[in-house]
Nanobody, 119 residues
Framework: QVQLVESGGGVVQPGGSLMLSCAVSGSIFSRYTMGWYRQAPGKQRDLVASITTGRNTNYADSVKGRFTISRDNGKNTVYLQMNSLKPEDTAVYYC?????????????WGQGTQVTVSS
């Protein structure tokens, strides 16, 4: 059973920083493309950033230059460093692990961690 556990959320003032972590267990972490998504109240869940097994990264336009995704395969953990936070970054942030196997596409989610940007 693959499990993803996020941590690092909280309340921060505009302009501040937070680092989210997502620890993965139950499978071979290095085989998965890892992603961070977020969902604000009343809105759909959107991709924030992703990192492939080859460490290629992709970012939503709204976070480019402010957020950095990284992974540590030795620790089975993916990180999201968030700088220059804005009130519109307020959301529940979810970690995602995805890969294609012989049985089809595998997709796993964490439980989410709340990020609130407010003065």
């Amino acid at each position: 059973q693959v499990q993803l556990v996020e941590s690092g959320g909280g309340v921060v003032q505009p302009g501040g920083s937070l680092m989210l972590s997502c620890a993965v267990s139950g499978s071979i972490f290095s085989r998965y493309t890892m992603g961070w998504y977020r969902q604000a109240p009343g809105k759909q869940r959107d991709l924030v950033a992703s990192i492939t097994t080859g460490r290629n990264t992709n970012y939503a336009d709204s976070v480019k230059g402010r957020f950095t995704i990284s992974r540590d395969n030795g620790k089975n953990t993916v990180y999201l460093q968030m700088n220059s936070l804005k009130p519109e970054d307020t959301a529940v942030y979810y970690c995602n692990a995805a890969r294609t196997s012989v049985v089809g596409k595998l997709n796993y989610w964490g439980q989410g961690t709340q990020v609130t940007v407010s003065s």
